[in-house]
Structure formats: C-alpha cells, structure tokens
C-alpha cells in the first residue's frame, strides 16, 4: 500500500513557476513508478509527466514538454513537479499516483492538488 499527498498547489499568474510535491508513505516506494496527472473543470483526467521507478526515464505531455519537469527523491519518499511558464489552460486539479507502471490507470492516487494560473 502507498498513501500519496500532495501539496504546493495555489492561485499564481501566467507565465510564474510552481513545484508540486507529493510525500508517499509506504516502504516500497521506490520501486513504484510515478506520475502526475490533471483534471480541469469540465474535463477527463489527462496525463501530464511519468517517472521510472529508478528516476532514469521520464515523459510527459507534449502540452507541458519543455515547461514541467519531474522528479523524485527516494530518499525522502518525495516526487516533485516543477512548472514553469504557467498558462490559463494549465488550471486543473494536479494528481499524484503511483503504480508499476506508468500508465492512465495507476494503483495508488492522491486526492489531489489545486493549481489556478490567471490570465
């Protein structure tokens, strides 16, 4: 089992930087790929960065290719997403999760992170 929390979310305006952290609890946390993923209003849930469990591979979203970048630290059960260059159209819920794999369904979520980029 892996417990996820995320945090760093708020209201910035466009064009600044946040960084998402999300803490894991649980003691297989670094053999779990991770991801971020984001639900706008009126929206599905899309995926926006992945991350190997060893932290060699990462992918994300051509939406958000070149502005968001992933990263983990095993050590302190930590993944993190730094945003730059936040647009209107990044708005969204932001989402941790966890699972073998990266993939749409992963095992284990958060409960989510709320970000509001003004124009």
């Known amino acids: 089992q892996v417990q996820l929390v995320e945090s760093g979310g708020g209201l910035v305006q466009a064009g600044d930087s946040l960084r998402l952290s999300c803490a894991a609890s649980?003691?297989?946390?670094?053999?779990?790929?991770l991801g971020w993923f984001r639900q706008a209003p009126g929206k599905e849930r899309e995926f926006v960065a992945g991350i190997t469990w060893s932290g060699d591979s990462t992918y994300y979203a051509d939406s958000v290719k070149g502005r968001f970048t992933i990263s983990r630290d095993n050590a302190k059960s930590t993944v993190y997403l730094q945003m730059s260059s936040l647009k209107p159209e990044d708005t969204a819920v932001y989402y941790c999760?966890?699972?073998?794999?990266?993939?749409?369904?992963?095992?284990?979520w958060g409960k989510g992170t709320l970000v509001t980029v003004s124009s």
């Open positions: 649980g003691r297989t946390f670094s053999t779990y790929a």
């Open positions: 999760a966890a699972g073998i794999v990266i993939k749409a369904n992963m095992d284990y």
